[in-house]
T-cell receptor
Framework: KAGVTQTPRYLIKTRGQQVTLSCSPI?????VSWYQQTPGQGLQFLFE???????NKGNFPGRFSGRQFSNSRSEMNVSTLELGDSALYLC????????????FGNGTRLTVT | GQQVMQIPQYQHVQEGEDFTTYCNSSTTLSNIQWYKQRPGGHPVFLIQ?????EVKKQKRLTFQFGEAKKNSSLHITATQTTDVGTYFC????????????FGKGTKLSVIP
């Protein structure tokens, strides 16, 4: 099976812009989770989707949003970018049952200047 | 939400020495998972522990889940340079939660 695919791999944006990141899960996986990874804060949970429904949301401002499509592909959007949004954004898919292990993509490295 | 504390933050060992990282929670965990992230890579699932006192082995790696299901450890015997990376523990935030919360990780450096 193909792994989790994230696009693009790298992005450079300026403050105030918005960005959309894409994630294609492993075939058959219906759950997609998003994480922000920074050296100081580690892996921080953004949100989780299952069958197009957001089941959990982390402690991030409303500028961070996401959605999931009927084919389980997911996108996350960050509006009004700030310098502090520079990070590695990781998407992970799973079967979606409680306790399921996560399978991560390679991530999107976002730099905000 | 669920918090898992992981120590140490960094560990430098000579190749061939052993390494241990610890994960602690103030609440009882239903299960705990361990991941490894190589430099420049993404986290990769290693193992899941579910039962109280459970011990699982993967070659030189030994994983333990505490009797009270509030702590866990990962022990690597005779480290090799291929063990370099950051090791994370992770736990779901309570019953019915689909939020997997990660510890801050332990970054392992192996000196050849």
């Amino acid at each position: 099976k193909a792994g989790v695919t994230q696009t693009p791999r790298y992005l450079i944006k300026t403050r105030g812009q918005q960005v959309t990141l894409s994630c294609s899960p492993i075939s058959g996986h219906r759950s997609v989770s998003w994480y922000q990874q920074t050296p100081g804060q580690g892996l921080q949970f953004l949100f989780e989707y299952f069958s197009e429904t957001q089941r959990n949301k982390g402690n991030f401002p409303g500028r961070f949003s996401g959605r999931q499509f009927s084919n389980s592909r997911s996108e996350m959007n960050v509006s009004t970018l700030e310098l502090g949004d520079s990070a590695l954004y990781l998407c992970a898919s799973s079967e979606g049952q409680g306790g399921s292990p996560l399978h991560f993509g390679n991530g999107t490295r976002l730099t905000v200047t | 939400g669920q918090q898992v504390m992981q120590i140490p933050q960094y560990q430098h060992v000579q190749e061939g020495e052993d390494f241990t990282t610890y994960c602690n929670s103030s609440t009882t965990l239903s299960n705990i998972q361990w991941y490894k992230q190589r430099p420049g890579g993404h986290p990769v699932f290693l193992i899941q522990l579910v039962k109280s006192g459970e011990v699982k082995k993967q070659k030189r790696l030994t994983f333990q889940f505490g009797e009270a299901k509030k702590n866990s450890s990962l022990h690597i015997t005779a480290t090799q340079t291929t063990d370099v990376g950051t090791y994370f523990c992770a736990a779901y935030s309570g019953a019915g939660s689909y939020q997997l919360t990660f510890g801050k990780g332990t970054k392992l450096s192996v000196i050849p």
